[in-house]
């Protein structure tokens, strides 16, 4: 589950990986390094991937940090 979560959603896919896959990566590493939570949610494989591909970020409410909104919107930008 952690490779998926920090693996792009189309370079999953797809395969490829570029500066964007890179820039996607540190922004989940970011996100659960501040606020002690990963940025996406699942049960299971099936729905971590579906939740990144579909771009649905956890709230950072419910992170053990909450998040200054300039970062989080910085981080949400970037994982999307």
Known sequence: ???LAHTEAHSST???RDAATDQFAF???LWAALTGARPFAGKDLGELG???RAGKVVASE???VKL???IERALRRALS
Do not use: E
Request: glycine share 6%; hydrophobic share 50%; proline share 6%.
């Open 1 to 3: 589950l952690d490779r």
């Open 14 to 16: 797809q395969g490829a």
């Open 27 to 29: 922004a989940v590493a």
């Open 50 to 52: 579906a939740n990144v």
């Open 62 to 64: 419910a992170a053990k």
């Open 68 to 70: 200054r909104r300039p």
